[in-house]
């Protein structure tokens, strides 16, 4: 079972930075695919960025330029840096998975989400 862990979110002024983690646990001969997602109250999830496996990189248009999307070395952590962050970038930001590419090729179903971090912007 893939599990996830989101850090780094907290409290910082607009125009700041925060730099969000999500480590994996699971099958060690994976690279997983790691999408954020972010949820304010009494709205739907809404995407934010996403890398795959093979660190193809994609945003959502409200943080595109903004945010930055990476994995780290150990490949089991990818980072979100979110710059020049707004009040409205205050919501629950959740790490996501939705498969698993083994080294040498196949791709197996690996749905998990991790229980979110939250980020507050102040103006």
């Known amino acids: 079972q893939v599990q996830l862990v989101e850090s780094g979110g907290g409290s910082v002024q607009a125009g700041g930075s925060l730099r969000l983690s999500c480590a994996t646990s699971?099958?060690?001969?994976?690279?997983?695919?790691r999408s954020w997602y972010r949820q304010g109250p009494g709205k739907e999830r809404e995407f934010v960025a996403a890398?795959?496996?093979?660190?193809?990189?994609r945003y959502a248009d409200s943080v595109k330029g903004r945010f930055i999307i990476s994995r780290g070395d150990a490949k089991n952590t990818v980072y979100l840096q979110m710059n020049s962050l707004k009040p409205e970038d205050t919501v629950m930001y959740y790490c996501?998975?939705?498969?698993?590419?083994?080294?040498?090729?196949?791709?197996?179903?690996?749905?998990?989400w991790g229980q979110g971090t939250q980020v507050t912007v102040s103006s």
């Open positions: 699971g099958d060690n001969f994976c690279t997983y695919d």
């Open positions: 890398i795959d496996p093979d660190s193809t990189t």
């Open positions: 996501k998975t939705s498969s698993c590419k083994k080294f040498w090729g196949p791709v197996y179903p690996a749905n998990s």
